[in-house]
């Protein structure tokens, strides 16, 4: 069965609040990326600021690994309410494409399923009920 994870949005202040979390919790972050290492959108120019923001990272807690990123420029900042995502990490592509396809009905697609640079098969949605999610299938080495 597919594992659900909390997955939280900041307006480029993830790296301090995971850092929090980190010194509260205990443990390690398995990854921690930046919007400076992934391939940019052709024509698409970043400020430091925006390039130094956090794509990704992971804290487990538990039996849960807490999830985060900082707002890419591109689409805005978070407001209250549309600040987290409930992340979704399946067992195979034909369940992430069952999960993806009954959530998602009714609701509005922002990003279809596809193949990652990360080596994943990732999509995001708002459901019909205003819900954030994201549903993930790592084909290589999972990305905590």
Avoid: Q
């Amino acid at each position: 069965m597919a594992a659900v994870n909390p997955y939280l949005m900041f307006n480029g202040t993830c790296e301090e609040a995971f850092l929090f979390y980190k010194s509260v919790f205990g443990g390690e972050f398995p990854y921690i990326g930046k919007f400076k290492d992934a391939p940019a959108e052709e024509g698409e120019v970043l400020s430091e600021e925006a390039l130094n923001r956090i794509m990704h990272v992971s804290l487990p807690i538990g039996n849960t690994i807490l999830m985060g990123s900082d707002t890419h420029p591109r689409y805005g900042d978070v407001g209250f309410g549309d600040n987290f995502s409930i992340s979704i990490n399946a067992e195979s592509t034909e369940e992430a494409d069952r999960i993806f396809n009954g959530l998602s009905a009714g609701g509005h697609v922002e990003m279809p399923l596809a193949d990652t640079f990360w080596g994943a098969y990732f999509g995001m949605f708002k459901d019909k009920f205003g819900i954030n999610w994201m549903v993930n299938f790592d084909k290589n080495e999972p990305m905590k």
